[in-house]
């Protein structure tokens, strides 16, 4: 039975419909009510193969040009991106990590094994200090993700004493001995990461007895008013999500979401950069069942709280393939093609459609792990790479608290069989993918993206209670859905221009080629 199903998975095959290629959208440029908030297009940082150490810390005495310890090329890559807030210290390590070790004179501290992510020895030179300054240095909100798992709730009170207190306090006394005067400006706390699997293996009722109990003692010091994430479901996970509304409720700002697209046949997640057109349309079927999952959770959130007073945050997400071949076991590092391009924007735009319960989205993660923005070495004086990924969050910034503008889409449909053994809804995925916002000044920024790979899509945008009278445009798309950078080829992916706009009175033709992605703003 197993050879027969992962035979019937690899033959699936993927064919567009007989009919026009063309797509049409009306966007209501006066009818949006909801803010898209800017925390959507956020990162997460885990302490996981090189994403801190050599990724986004090299500490000062570096042959690798730094400030402070930050290495300067990603510290600018990650400020021209804008990231709105960044996650930390996990993930998985999250719950095994005890910050009094991560402060202090950084050659006292002491070394610790990362015994979630291949047992690797760390030396704790990276901790609460670094990472609340990197967030200052990014203009980033910091998003602590706290240790429930094997900590103790003195421990994390203490932690959000230590960072956000300006008292006469114990906490806020050692952190000025640490050399930090004034507390830093911390808004979200994560009670527990994962507390279904490695953050406690926790049943829900048992978890939501926990949060309740931490929440009371992490409290509120001088003008800080902590926003309270509680650890919530892994994508299909429904009855997590309803036993926390149940027995948690308002005690939670804030209730996360983790899901990933992953193969997950055969015992492989697969290959990052080698895989056939099957693949591919199957990656992005899954990656689109995300806005299924997210209108079940909101429909139980709803039950219990139609105000929508609790957020749904998806604090991690993205693709998640085998690791490449000849790196350490366990650290995660993969390559970053333009399918991975394709799933970011796709997953952007489903995030936009939510906005009235979505209020935070963190990407897995930042550098060298997963679908990371940024790819580096420690040779020498380093080499960093840009991914396709970090070019789609680049086109997105102008999203970053745009009001978003409903629509109505039209599209052909790609069908995959074999997709609804993964449930993926009707085994089908749209042609072309629409989303659009309207900025503070008026403008409106509108994203595309054409996601077969051998049909080019006309699509027309018809602008009810608008007209444009300028476009602008980039464009992000390679030869081959395969594509990515490396070091040695830097630029195969990036943005360019993108002039194929044609403007009527009420609306704009935008031809989209193949496999291409496309941000254009109107005036």
């Known amino acids: 039975m197993k050879n027969l199903i992962t035979s019937l998975l690899l033959s699936a095959a993927c064919t567009l419909p007989a009919m026009g290629q063309d797509a049409t959208a009306t966007i209501h440029v006066n009818q949006g009510t909801n803010r898209i ?35 300067n090329d990603v510290l600018q890559a990650l400020k021209d991106l804008k ?12 719950d095994e ?68 207190s300006d008292g006469e306090t114990p906490m806020a006394k050692l952190r000025r001995q640490n050399g930090r005067e004034k507390s830093w400006n911390v808004k979200y706390l994560g009670v527990g990461n994962e507390s279904w699997g490695c953050g406690g293996n926790m049943r829900p009722e048992y978890y939501a007895d926990l949060y309740r109990r931490y ?18 479901a892994s994508d299909y996970d429904y009855n997590w999500t309803k036993v926390l509304m149940d027995n948690v409720g308002d005690r939670m700002n804030g209730l996360s979401l983790h899901y990933y697209t992953v193969k997950g046949w055969n015992g492989s997640k697969g290959a990052s950069s080698k895989f056939d057109n099957q693949e591919y349309y199957w990656t992005i079927g899954k990656c689109l069942q995300i806005e299924d999952v997210i209108k079940k959770h909101c429909d139980i959130m709803d039950q219990k709280d139609p105000q929508k007073k609790v957020a749904l945050l998806v604090d991690e997400w993205g693709t998640w ?13 993969q390559q970053n093609t ?19 319960r979505i209020k935070m989205a963190n990407i897995a993660q930042i550098v060298n792990v997963l679908q990371s923005m940024i790819l580096t070495d420690t040779k020498g004086t380093g080499h960093m790479v840009l991914t396709p990924t970090y070019y789609v969050f680049q086109m997105y910034r102008d999203f970053q608290d745009a009001t978003y503008l409903p629509m109505d889409v039209k599209t052909d449909s790609i069908t995959v069989e074999g997709g609804h053994m993964y449930r993926m809804v009707d085994g089908k995925i749209p042609a072309v993918s629409v989303s659009a916002a309207k900025k503070d000044d008026g403008a409106v920024v509108v994203a595309l993206a054409n996601t077969s790979l051998d049909k080019q899509q006309t699509v027309e945008l018809s602008l009810d209670g608008a007209t444009a009278k300028t476009a602008t445009g980039r464009i992000l798309t390679s030869k081959k859905i395969d594509d990515y950078n490396d070091f040695d ?27 291409s992605i496309v941000v254009i703003n109107l005036r």
Not at 41 to 62: D, K, N, R
Request: with cysteine; proline share 6%; charged share 20%.
């Open 97 to 164: 990590y005890h910050w009094m070790d991560g402060i202090g004179p950084r050659d006292k501290r002491p070394k610790m094994q990362n015994n979630n992510w291949g047992g690797t020895i760390e030396d704790n030179s990276f901790g609460t200090h670094e990472f609340l300054n990197l967030c200052e240095l990014l203009g980033a909100e910091p998003y602590i993700s706290g240790n429930v798992g094997s900590g103790t709730v003195e421990e994390l009170a203490k932690w959000v004493e230590y960072m956000t």
């Open 37 to 71: 908030p800017k925390e959507i297009y956020g990162q997460f940082a885990e302490h996981l193969g090189t994403c801190i150490y050599g990724g986004l810390w090299v500490g000062p005495e570096s042959s690798i040009p730094n400030t402070q310890g930050y290495r």
């Open 321 to 333: 393939w085998d690791e490449e071949p000849g790196t350490i076991p366990g650290h995660l590092y």
């Open 215 to 232: 929440s009371v003692y992490c409290r509120n010091y001088d003008n800080h008013k902590l926003y309270k994430i509680a650890s919530g």
């Open 83 to 94: 990231v709105p807030v960044l996650r930390w210290p996990g993930g998985c390590f999250a």
């Open 489 to 515: 080829h830097p630029e195969v992916i990036k943005t360019t221009d993108f002039k194929d706009i044609k403007l009527k009175k009420n609306s704009v033709r935008v031809t989209l080629p193949a496999k």
């Open 338 to 356: 333009m399918r991975d391009a394709m799933v970011a924007a796709l997953s952007l735009n489903v995030f936009q459609r939510h906005t009235d």
